[in-house]
């Protein structure tokens, strides 16, 4: 079965400090993974995927397939960082996305 | 600026009340979804529409019925409410065949069952 799991519910940093929001899936194939973020107030938004290997606020993602990882990470943390963070995978392109139960991330001044 | 608006953002309904949550895109989008977003669960997806009056169940389309009517708007109705139905709705929409596959969701609906 496809499934995500983020095994942190709430992750507390503080400010400078690294940060990595852990990810884990299992699926039989080749999946698309994302890191999806929700700021305060705000509407769901995608932060990053893996197939562009790219870093966004900072923030990189590797896809780990030996440990079916994909574990979200930043070098130094900001309070603007906070926010609720979802971890997700589809294995097409358009499709439906499963979503991992979510990580809450606070960064303390 | 893509668009997925969600007109009802906070409701409070009594138990047994039929429910319309009502979503439209404005990007010409073949997909919607309707998830539904509750502390340590994440999202779960209620249903999807990948076109006009088709429709597949998500994981939990149980209590739930959709109607996807026209292209730009996606229903998400609740025959009889109830209590355990209170939660955050979202609604999003993708192309169905697009590079990096990105999902564009709304800001929610919340739904209160009393």
């Known amino acids: 079965a496809q499934r995500v799991t983020q095994p942190e519910k709430l992750l507390s940093v503080f400010k400078g400090a690294p940060v990595e929001l852990k990810c884990n899936y299992s699926?039989?194939?080749?999946?698309?993974l994302f890191w999806y973020v929700q700021y305060s107030r705000q509407r769901l938004q995608l932060l990053l995927r893996?197939?562009s290997r790219e870093s966004i606020k900072g923030f990189t993602a590797d896809l780990n397939k030996g440990e079916t990882s994909f574990h979200l990470k930043k070098p130094f943390a900001q309070e603007e960082d906070s926010a609720m963070y979802y971890c997700?995978?589809?294995?097409?392109?358009?499709?439906?996305?499963?979503f991992g139960q979510g990580t809450e991330l606070s960064v303390k001044p | 600026d893509v668009k997925v608006t969600q007109s009802s953002r906070y409701l409070v309904k009594r138990t047994g009340e039929k429910v319309f949550l009502e979503c439209v895109q404005d990007?010409?989008?073949?997909?919607m979804f309707w998830y539904r977003q509750d502390p340590g669960l994440g999202l779960r997806l209620i249903y999807f529409s990948y076109d006009v009056k088709m429709k597949e169940k998500g994981d939990i389309p149980e209590g739930y019925s959709v109607s996807r009517e026209k292209k730009e708007r996606f229903s998400l109705i609740l025959e009889s409410a109830s209590t355990n139905q209170t939660s955050m709705y979202l609604c999003?929409?993708?192309?169905?065949?697009?590079?990096?596959?990105?999902?564009?969701f709304g800001e929610g609906s919340w739904l209160t069952v009393v």
């Open positions: 997700a995978l589809t294995r097409n392109q358009g499709g439906k996305l499963i």
């Open positions: 999003a929409s993708s192309r169905r065949f697009s590079s990096g596959n990105t999902i564009y």
């Open positions: 699926y039989s194939g080749s999946p698309e």
């Open positions: 893996h197939i």
């Open positions: 990007m010409d989008h073949e997909n």
